[in-house]
């Protein structure tokens, strides 16, 4: 299970995530078993520095960029969770 603290900004550790963002990512990760966090919330700097919009998701802690193992694996669980959301 993902803690908060896999959200944090990789440059400065802020970590303004939303919950409901942990708790989808926690609901892939039982489908697919475990998942990266490679990018959470990121601040205005980090942001910057890898080229991320002016106005990502990512800054107002509603994003995350995960992976895992068997990315299409990921994929199809992603696919789910989205239209079961909607």
Request: positive net charge.
């Given at each position: 299970?993902?803690?908060?603290?896999?959200?944090?900004?990789?440059?400065?550790?802020?970590?303004?995530?939303?919950d409901k963002v942990?708790?989808?990512?926690?609901d892939i990760e039982?489908?697919?078993?475990?998942?990266?966090?490679?990018?959470?919330?990121?601040?205005?700097?980090?942001?910057?520095?890898?080229?991320?919009?002016?106005?990502?998701?990512?800054?107002?802690?509603?994003?995350?960029?995960?992976?895992?193992?068997?990315?299409?694996?990921?994929?199809?669980?992603?696919?789910?969770?989205?239209?079961?959301?909607?």
């Amino acid at each position: 299970m993902l803690s908060k603290d896999a959200f944090k900004c990789k440059c400065c550790g802020v970590n303004k995530i939303e919950d409901k963002v942990v708790r989808l990512c926690n609901d892939i990760e039982k489908s697919v078993g475990t998942i990266t966090v490679t990018s959470g919330y990121r601040c205005k700097n980090h942001n910057a520095k890898v080229g991320g919009k002016e106005n990502s998701q990512h800054l107002y802690g509603k994003a995350a960029d995960i992976t895992c193992a068997d990315v299409s694996k990921l994929v199809k669980a992603c696919k789910k969770l989205w239209s079961e959301k909607k």
